[in-house]
């Protein structure tokens, strides 16, 4: 494809994008929602106005990158610390009871042991990208249950890294060595101390260096994009998401004194660009593979896993602060890292293709509920008060 | 490549970007000087950090619409049609004059006269995008100078195209009918005249809807850019080059009532992406080609022929309003339009490997030197005033 032929599609993106977030906004839906719907009904499955492609695939990463940039930024690493004892604990039992349920569920629909575990670990996955983007759309990524689930979903990324590097290993080999697990562990938790405990000084450090020396226009902005790239990519070398990369650059950065003007100008760039991670995701789904009633019916019972474990570690975990269900909630869908699993277990033939399609309904249905889900749970927390308005909303009002 | 490793490229790019513009700043050269010295030094021929990838050229494509679009969102019509005849002739004197110079030095050099008649059409183009950005770092865009020069270079694009249809049908059939050529030209025209009636009209109407009914966070940047790349597809489809159609758009978008807020919001977009562009023009280029003695011969007659052609065309434009000078060197410029010439002769076989790299060697000191000598023009014209800082300069208090 030529650099105008996506660019048409940037195009496309770009107007459904918003027509769909206009809709949203009215029928009182999320706008992330309306985005992967519109992602779905311009993709090849349906009106085939936007194929797949390499340019949309960076484009897509980048605005992700971007939002849990964002994010990060507004967080404080002392509150997301304040709640890390509660994250990890929903976070290790929200890998533990979907593994568990899901390995069950396989083997009681006739699986053997190496696809059920397939489908367990599928299932274990949290997807950080659904419920950051809606926690930040209604103003509450300061509340204390964003908080528990956006760390429990940096924990949950260290442990499905360590749950894919096992199962893959037993699935292949039969076994995996206790050497192997404790190396990935260790570089992954290396990684997240030192980019955390470094990263906000070099952060600070760097950042008063250029706010005070730059000349040059657009540096400051560039720079902190850059920043959150260069963490994006050392977090791809310990084999962590990018994207929890990018978060705990965007910690690193909301102790800079540039915060406020980096966070400003990176608004509209964030603008244009998350909705394409969005749209992506119902662009490569494959709807037209979902109508097989085999399909449906596997991926209804994973469904009631997926659902249901989820629910249950936030509720088990009775030290957490907040409301369970809204952290329960947030920790369902299974996004781009339940892909992930799906796709290796496909390709190394764990996984037939019903089996893989019923985890896409999964993964779809799960990152199309939480949102709205979501939304109506914190209103309901809010009292009578009405979302008139997204952006009208007090940040942390309601606790 | 993946998404990541396209991603480490981005992040290259924005700090070599960066770190260009900030020493440019200090040893008072023009930044997009540094910024293609960069991409020449980040590039395969030297360090080899960046390869060419199809997502960094849609990246790179992306930047020189913004940079279009943002400058033509600069400019008033109204401004650009009083200059409109000196534009004119200055294009059709400025694409005459290289393609005669330029066939008459390869005749003497010992060319074919096909071979010749590629070298003068490539010597002919004019390329918009380092003029714009100069003139816009310079804070000289509402000058007589940039107008005409800018005007020229959209009726240079028209001319180009219509050379390039004829060159290559002689090229290849030995003859071109005159119906190609109409066709062509009221193609081209046809886009421009009804871009430019209806365009301003149709933007006006279409943002103040969207500035009225819009609810949702972004939609107005969103759909600027959405604008600006749908007219670039419109010139396209016209055969024009998609940055005429970003900057008829932003002319468009000027006339809108939410210019000012969607001018702002692009700010740090185009920080982030133009100089992708320019580093792209370095990166891409294969310098180690040049060392050749033939190479650099050629090399060196044909540069005299460009320079010597565009700045003859600007002087004898009497009727042409500002300083002839200034003018002349902003047409000087071949950038990509001098590629894509070069390029199509490579790959129809009229032009050899030496000839092709000489041709880049042209397009690449032509686009180097430009910078710095209207910088230096400005300056002169601007008198004893110093160029301390770019940005604290007044739009166009000098004249």
């Known amino acids: 494809m030529s650099a105008t032929e996506v660019l048409r599609d940037v195009l496309i993106i770009l107007i459904a994008a918003k027509l769909a977030a206009e809709i949203a906004e009215r029928i009182k839906i999320p706008a992330v929602v309306g985005e992967i719907i519109a992602g779905v009904l311009i993709g090849p499955s349906l009106l085939g106005l936007v194929g797949a492609s390499s340019a949309l695939d960076v484009l897509a990463e980048l605005g992700v990158i971007l939002l849990l940039l964002q994010v990060g930024m507004e967080m404080d690493i002392k509150d997301l610390a304040a709640v890390g004892r509660a994250s990890v604990s929903v976070a290790v039992l929200g890998v533990v009871l979907p593994l568990a349920g899901g390995y069950a569920a396989g083997l009681a629909l006739g699986y053997d042991s190496n696809t059920s575990l397939f489908l367990g670990a599928a299932l274990s996955a949290t997807s950080v990208g659904i419920t950051a983007r809606v926690f930040s759309d209604l103003g509450a990524l300061a509340t204390v249950e964003a908080r528990t689930v956006l760390g429990a979903a940096v924990a949950d990324d260290v442990l499905g890294l360590v749950l894919l590097t096992i199962v893959v290993r037993v699935v292949g080999d039969g076994s995996v060595s206790v050497g192997t ?20 000084r070099l952060g600070v450090w760097l950042f008063r260096i250029i706010q005070r020396y730059s000349r040059a226009a657009g540096t400051l902005v560039a720079l902190a994009l850059a920043f959150a790239l260069a963490f994006a990519e050392l977090a791809d070398t310990a084999k962590l998401a990018p994207i929890v990369g990018a978060f705990v650059a965007g910690l690193a950065l909301s102790r800079t004194e540039s915060r406020e003007r980096i966070a400003r100008e990176l608004t509209p760039v964030g603008h244009l660009f998350v909705p394409v991670f969005f749209l992506q995701i119902g662009i490569a789904a494959q709807v037209d593979r979902f109508v097989d009633p085999t399909v449906l019916g596997v991926a209804g019972a994973l469904f009631v896993v997926a659902v249901v474990g989820k629910l249950l570690s936030a509720a088990a975990v009775l030290s957490a602060p907040g409301d369970k269900l809204l952290v329960g909630i947030g920790m369902i869908p299974r996004g781009e890292v339940g892909l992930i699993f799906a796709t290796i277990g496909l390709s190394n033939g764990v996984l037939g293709g019903d089996l893989y399609a019923a985890l896409l309904l999964v993964v779809l249905a799960t990152t199309l509920m939480s949102p709205s889900l979501l939304r109506f749970r914190l209103r309901a927390l809010r009292g009578a008060q009405r979302l008139e308005s997204e952006d009208a909303m007090p940040a942390s009002g309601w606790l």
Chains 1, 2 share one sequence.
């Open 181 to 200: 697990v404790l190396s990935t562990v260790l570089l992954a938790v290396g990684f997240l101390v030192v980019t955390t405990v470094l990263g906000g």
